[in-house]
């Protein structure tokens, strides 16, 4: 039977560094974010749910992302709103993508853990706190400190993750440890 993973861990944890390697040991990898980022294209059902109740995001009929994370990530009621509309849509592009590989070893990287795939093994990528941040900062996006602080204290906490896992990749090393822990979760999920 085909190893089917959710994928998960906090900003900066190196969730998709561990996909990449989980890729290169053959797993079919699958981005919630980039599932997400399609159904808000223009011209989809979902972009015409957002609009209709956030018409204000709008640049000529296409989401302005930017403008709309303001929007929503400063009001929790306003982000779950998003999410109610947002994630039927998500989660169905990703179950027919998933569909279509029946035989693959499948790695859903997600980041929060949803109940979206009943009976999948939840593995956490991991590492302190300080090291997430100092990653993130890191990143060519480069995202304010304060603002990746705000995302760590949306998503669930470190604690939080590591209680919702059935198997942990700790990622406080440098990539060589990554690998073998990816490599030693991997064997496992296979049966090798």
Same mark, same amino acid.
């Given at each position: 039977? @085909?190893?089917?993973? !959710?994928?998960?861990?906090? !900003?900066?944890?190196?969730?998709?560094?561990?996909?990449?390697?989980?890729?290169?040991?053959?797993?079919?990898?699958?981005?919630?974010?980039?599932? #997400?980022?399609?159904?808000?294209?223009?011209?989809?059902?979902?972009? /015409?749910?957002?609009?209709?109740?956030?018409?204000?995001?709008?640049?000529?009929?296409?989401?302005?992302?930017?403008? &709309?994370? /303001?929007?929503?990530?400063?009001?929790?009621?306003?982000?779950?709103?998003?999410?109610?509309?947002?994630?039927?849509?998500?989660? /169905?592009? &990703?179950?027919?993508?998933?569909?279509?590989?029946?035989?693959?070893?499948?790695?859903?990287?997600?980041?929060? !853990?949803?109940?979206?795939?009943?009976?999948?093994?939840?593995?956490? +990528?991991?590492?302190?706190? @300080? !090291? /997430?941040?100092? *990653?993130?900062?890191? *990143?060519?996006?480069?995202?304010?400190?304060?603002?990746?602080? #705000?995302?760590?204290?949306?998503?669930?906490?470190?604690?939080?993750? &590591?209680?919702?896992?059935?198997?942990?990749?700790?990622?406080?090393?440098?990539? #060589?440890?990554?690998?073998?822990?990816?490599?030693?979760?991997?064997?496992? +999920?296979?049966?090798?």
């Amino acid at each position: 039977m @085909a190893a089917r993973l !959710i994928l998960s861990g906090g !900003i900066g944890s190196g969730k998709s560094t561990a996909a990449k390697i989980l890729m290169e040991f053959g797993a079919v990898v699958f981005s919630s974010d980039e599932f #997400a980022r399609r159904v808000l294209a223009p011209g989809t059902e979902a972009t /015409r749910a957002v609009l209709q109740r956030w018409p204000e995001v709008a640049d000529d009929g296409v989401i302005d992302r930017a403008r &709309l994370g /303001r929007l929503v990530f400063a009001d929790a009621d306003r982000l779950n709103e998003l999410e109610q509309i947002v994630h039927p849509y998500t989660r /169905r592009s &990703l179950t027919e993508a998933i569909d279509r590989v029946p035989s693959a070893d499948v790695v859903v990287e997600m980041p929060i !853990i949803r109940d979206w795939f009943e009976g999948w093994t939840v593995v956490v +990528v991991d590492a302190a706190d @300080a !090291i /997430r941040l100092k *990653r993130a900062a890191a *990143r060519p996006d480069q995202m304010a400190e304060v603002d990746i602080q #705000a995302v760590m204290e949306r998503q669930p906490s470190r604690q939080e993750f &590591l209680l919702a896992a059935d198997l942990v990749i700790d990622n406080g090393g440098d990539m #060589a440890t990554l690998e073998g822990e990816c490599r030693a979760v991997w064997d496992r +999920v296979t049966g090798l």
